[in-house]
């Protein structure tokens, strides 16, 4: 286990949404965007935010302790992501040991997730991975800040994958079983990839 401060988190929010047919982190529910909310819900469980966006993507300036690194790869997808965010983290003042991995697109995110992971990260593990059965979830997840460097080599191999990195650790897989304890509904897990997702959770949230 790890304690909070030494804990980041890292909001990849730099996808197409080619499903959703609009940029997601900046669709609305109760007045603010799902990029916000986000942000919001994980700040109070970790000591800094790092946004990873597009290189055009508009975001606000926010927080003191909310950075925004941009894509480096264009449309590289979550693996460059984590890549970029956890080699940045290692070159900062005073940086983390691991950081929370998730996506802008998950407003049912529950903070209570966030610290059963954190409380899982012993010494004998890389990672700290939601999965169910043969399904990992490689964006609700605790990457320590050395597994840079596996998922920079991942990288240059060719490998696109966010799960490969997990794969490729000492990982903590967190089976639903553990996650329902603390989300019953398992709605942290849940995408919000379509319009029909993106109405599904404002119908949750009312």
């Given at each position: 286990m790890?304690?909070l401060?030494?804990l980041?988190g890292?909001?990849?929010?730099g996808?197409?949404?080619?499903r ?10 109760l007045?603010?965007?799902l990029l916000?909310?986000?942000?919001r819900i994980?700040?109070?469980?970790v000591s800094?935010?790092?946004i ?9 300036q ?6 925004v690194?941009r ?8 693996l460059a992501g984590?890549?970029q ?11 983390p040991?691991?950081?929370f991995?998730t996506?802008?697109?998950?407003p ?8 059963l992971?954190?409380?899982q990260?012993t010494e004998?593990f890389?990672?700290?991975v939601v ?5 990992a979830y490689?964006?609700?997840a605790?990457?320590r800040?050395?597994?840079a460097a ?6 240059t191999?060719g490998?696109?994958?966010a799960?490969?990195l997990s794969?490729?650790?000492?990982t903590?897989?967190?089976?639903l079983?553990?996650i329902r304890?603390?989300?019953q509904?398992?709605?942290s897990l849940l ?5 029909e ?5 404002k119908?949750?949230l009312?």
């Amino acid at each position: 286990m790890i304690k909070l401060e030494q804990l980041a988190g890292v909001v990849l929010c730099g996808g197409k949404s080619r499903r959703m047919g609009q940029e997601k982190y900046r669709l609305v529910v109760l007045g603010e965007t799902l990029l916000q909310r986000i942000c919001r819900i994980v700040q109070p469980e970790v000591s800094r935010i790092l946004i990873v966006a597009a290189v055009d993507q508009q975001i606000p300036q926010s927080e003191s302790n909310i950075e925004v690194l941009r894509d480096e790869i264009r449309d590289a997808g979550p693996l460059a992501g984590i890549s970029q965010a956890l080699t940045y983290l290692q070159t900062t003042e005073d940086a983390p040991a691991a950081a929370f991995v998730t996506s802008c697109d998950v407003p049912l995110l529950k903070p209570e997730l966030i610290r059963l992971l954190r409380n899982q990260l012993t010494e004998e593990f890389d990672a700290v991975v939601v999965r169910d059965s043969n399904f990992a979830y490689p964006l609700c997840a605790i990457y320590r800040i050395a597994a840079a460097a596996t998922a920079a080599r991942l990288i240059t191999s060719g490998q696109h994958r966010a799960a490969a990195l997990s794969e490729n650790l000492r990982t903590c897989w967190v089976p639903l079983d553990m996650i329902r304890n603390v989300d019953q509904n398992l709605d942290s897990l849940l995408n919000c990839n379509t319009p029909e997702d993106y109405e599904h959770v404002k119908q949750a949230l009312l």
